[in-house]
């Protein structure tokens, strides 16, 4: 029955028959422990370590004798799930029986420790295992070098591969491939790439995996050509290409590359290579990148017609590419095609159109895609709001901006600078100065610090309105350097007079200063314009 189990929920049925039949039949059925051995060998490939917690208590429970088989699966399948605490009572229990830990035993707590993280124990067992009369082997160092390789410690585990040839042992695929990949993720492909060259010489063919490592590393460098290369080298040695090398190599070419991705791609479906989401997604990614807008709505619709549906990450760098060259309708549309799906738009793809549509002036629009937003259970951000807000200071609508504003905190949400700065444009557009000092000082209280575009908006209205001097007493409270309107008023004594104020005050750096006093008549602004989202 046992051997008869491929899945995890055979290996269940197949126990509780087991204890069934025990139950009924008592000690005439009871198990040898050689069946014991086997059944909890068996579900420790499935790392089902609560069956075998069961199985291991009936064993006893039948007045066996646990051996050293025993206690080694349970050491090991402990280990592999990180329950330290739990492996190391099975491996006192076989201390206190007077059984001598072996090799299997030792590689088991070394695995233990390099899951758990602790690599300083695991490097002190494997070093400590010829004076506890256990012989490292291959796998006791590939154990190791995957956890210093993970821990990005590729350094440690190239001295570990050099520790296990001097120690008589061989490195196999698995070792190389891991120190491969811990190379490449530390940019080292030149050395990952000597490795590759050293497989053969010590009669280790590489796979697919390996081959692919080296791809994948050199792809995240830019470097394409030499990515092929190692796709050609694979090729020659009789190593077959498989998807993930396809779609690593196009999601490099895509990466500006977008016409040798094509071919590449073509050139794969001749070989019988079928495209997946990944596949087209990177194609899509590619064209966007590129702004080739059509090119990517082309291979949107291919996939559509393979039955192969875009992710929300594909259909977000899409809709944005489509807002950035103002065909906010189409991106419009592809939100509707999202939600006919039952794909749920996250946040960010929800404000791109919202934003797209007040940029162009449609605001009406942008406030329904605002409804629908919340209809369909997705939460504005700040960034929602203050592209609303924007939109309708922009149309003339203060007073629906200034409610936004009270829904947004009725919501949760602290509006941000940028919000704070575009209501006090949209009230300074309409010389309601009250109002405007009122909203700054409010963005203080929320515990917001206004930034140079905040102080810019305000004083630069106040001095076309000529009320320089009001302007003058708001940013000497503020200690701020103050804008060229100023002397255009004929405030120009003032302005030197504050300006040196500020640099006692480190508001203004000297060098600054002595260029403000050379201007003479026109003060440059040392603040940019207002910018939006």
């Given at each position: 029955m046992i051997k008869c189990s491929d899945t995890a929920e055979d290996m269940r049925e197949a126990v509780?028959?087991?204890q069934a039949i025990r139950r009924t039949g008592g000690?005439?059925?009871?198990?040898?422990?050689?069946?014991?051995?086997?059944?909890?060998?068996?579900?420790?490939?499935?790392?089902?370590?609560?069956?075998?917690?069961?199985?291991?208590?009936?064993?006893?429970?039948?007045?066996?004798?646990p051996d050293t088989v025993t206690y080694n699966t349970m050491i090991m399948a402990y280990c592999k799930e990180g329950s330290l605490a739990i492996a190391h009572r099975y491996f006192q229990l076989l201390r206190e029986s007077g059984m001598e830990l072996d090799t299997f035993t030792c590689n088991a707590l070394v695995l233990g420790y390099c899951r758990t993280g602790d690599l300083r124990k695991a490097c002190w067992l494997l070093l400590m295992m010829p004076l506890l009369g256990c012989?490292?082997?291959?796998?006791?160092?590939?154990?190791?070098?995957?956890?210093?390789?993970?821990?990005?410690?590729?350094?440690?585990?190239?001295?570990?591969?050099?520790?296990?040839?001097?120690?008589?042992?061989s490195p196999n695929l698995h070792t190389y491939t891991l120190l491969m990949k811990g190379l490449c993720k530390e940019?080292?492909?030149?050395?990952?790439?000597?490795?590759?060259?050293?497989?053969?010489?010590?009669?280790?063919?590489p796979s697919v995996w390996t081959y692919n490592t080296m791809i994948d590393g050199y792809c995240k460098l830019g470097r394409t050509k030499d990515a092929l290369g190692i796709k050609?080298?694979?090729?020659?040695?009789?190593?077959?290409?498989?998807?993930?090398?396809?779609?690593?190599?196009?999601?490099?070419?895509?990466?500006?590359?977008?016409?040798?991705?094509?071919e590449l791609l073509d050139s794969a479906i001749a070989r019988g290579f079928k495209p997946t989401v990944v596949t087209f997604t990177n194609m899509i990614n590619g064209y966007c990148k590129a702004e080739r807008i059509d090119d990517a709505l082309r291979v949107k619709n291919i996939m559509m017609s393979s039955?192969?549906?875009?992710?929300?990450?594909?259909?977000?760098?899409?809709?944005?590419?489509?807002?950035?060259?103002?065909?906010?309708?189409?991106?419009k549309e592809t939100l509707n095609e999202i939600l006919s799906y039952g794909l749920a738009p996250n946040v960010v793809i929800y404000t791109s159109i919202i934003d797209g549509y007040c940029k162009i002036g449609k605001v009406g629009a942008a406030l329904e895609v605002f409804k629908l937003m919340e209809h369909e259970g997705c939460r504005p951000n700040v960034w929602t709001y203050s592209s609303l807000i924007y939109g309708l200071i922009q149309d003339q609508k203060l007073h629906k901006a200034m409610a936004l504003i009270t829904k947004m905190q009725e919501d949760g949400i602290t509006p941000s600078v940028i919000t704070y700065t575009t209501l006090i444009q949209g009230q300074c557009n309409r010389h309601d100065f009250d109002n405007a000092f009122r909203?700054?000082?409010?963005?203080?209280?929320?515990?917001?610090?206004?930034?140079?575009?905040?102080?810019n908006v305000l004083t630069d209205a106040l001095c076309k309105s000529r009320r320089a001097?009001?302007?003058?007493?708001?940013?000497?409270?503020?200690?701020?350097?103050l804008t060229k309107d100023f002397a255009k008023q004929h405030v120009l004594e003032k302005h030197v007079h504050f300006l040196i104020i500020c640099v006692k005050k480190v508001y203004l750096p000297m060098k600054r200063y002595t260029q403000c006093l050379s201007s003479a008549v026109v003060i440059p602004s040392f603040f940019t314009r207002p910018r939006h989202l």
């Amino acid at each position: 029955m046992i051997k008869c189990s491929d899945t995890a929920e055979d290996m269940r049925e197949a126990v509780d028959a087991i204890q069934a039949i025990r139950r009924t039949g008592g000690a005439r059925l009871a198990l040898s422990p050689k069946c014991y051995n086997f059944a909890l060998r068996s579900l420790s490939r499935f790392d089902m370590t609560e069956c075998m917690g069961k199985v291991y208590s009936q064993l006893v429970q039948d007045g066996l004798l646990p051996d050293t088989v025993t206690y080694n699966t349970m050491i090991m399948a402990y280990c592999k799930e990180g329950s330290l605490a739990i492996a190391h009572r099975y491996f006192q229990l076989l201390r206190e029986s007077g059984m001598e830990l072996d090799t299997f035993t030792c590689n088991a707590l070394v695995l233990g420790y390099c899951r758990t993280g602790d690599l300083r124990k695991a490097c002190w067992l494997l070093l400590m295992m010829p004076l506890l009369g256990c012989k490292r082997n291959e796998y006791s160092y590939t154990i190791v070098i995957q956890g210093l390789c993970e821990a990005r410690r590729v350094w440690e585990a190239l001295v570990l591969l050099f520790m296990m040839q001097q120690d008589g042992c061989s490195p196999n695929l698995h070792t190389y491939t891991l120190l491969m990949k811990g190379l490449c993720k530390e940019s080292r492909i030149v050395d990952a790439r000597a490795l590759l060259d050293e497989m053969p010489q010590r009669g280790v063919v590489p796979s697919v995996w390996t081959y692919n490592t080296m791809i994948d590393g050199y792809c995240k460098l830019g470097r394409t050509k030499d990515a092929l290369g190692i796709k050609s080298l694979m090729e020659g040695n009789g190593c077959d290409p498989d998807d993930w090398t396809y779609n690593s190599l196009i999601h490099g070419l895509c990466d500006g590359k977008t016409n040798e991705a094509e071919e590449l791609l073509d050139s794969a479906i001749a070989r019988g290579f079928k495209p997946t989401v990944v596949t087209f997604t990177n194609m899509i990614n590619g064209y966007c990148k590129a702004e080739r807008i059509d090119d990517a709505l082309r291979v949107k619709n291919i996939m559509m017609s393979s039955k192969c549906k875009l992710d929300l990450q594909a259909y977000g760098v899409l809709i944005n590419v489509l807002i950035k060259k103002d065909r906010v309708k189409e991106a419009k549309e592809t939100l509707n095609e999202i939600l006919s799906y039952g794909l749920a738009p996250n946040v960010v793809i929800y404000t791109s159109i919202i934003d797209g549509y007040c940029k162009i002036g449609k605001v009406g629009a942008a406030l329904e895609v605002f409804k629908l937003m919340e209809h369909e259970g997705c939460r504005p951000n700040v960034w929602t709001y203050s592209s609303l807000i924007y939109g309708l200071i922009q149309d003339q609508k203060l007073h629906k901006a200034m409610a936004l504003i009270t829904k947004m905190q009725e919501d949760g949400i602290t509006p941000s600078v940028i919000t704070y700065t575009t209501l006090i444009q949209g009230q300074c557009n309409r010389h309601d100065f009250d109002n405007a000092f009122r909203l700054f000082e409010m963005m203080e209280q929320n515990g917001l610090t206004p930034d140079e575009q905040a102080y810019n908006v305000l004083t630069d209205a106040l001095c076309k309105s000529r009320r320089a001097e009001e302007a003058y007493s708001f940013l000497e409270r503020k200690g701020v350097v103050l804008t060229k309107d100023f002397a255009k008023q004929h405030v120009l004594e003032k302005h030197v007079h504050f300006l040196i104020i500020c640099v006692k005050k480190v508001y203004l750096p000297m060098k600054r200063y002595t260029q403000c006093l050379s201007s003479a008549v026109v003060i440059p602004s040392f603040f940019t314009r207002p910018r939006h989202l």
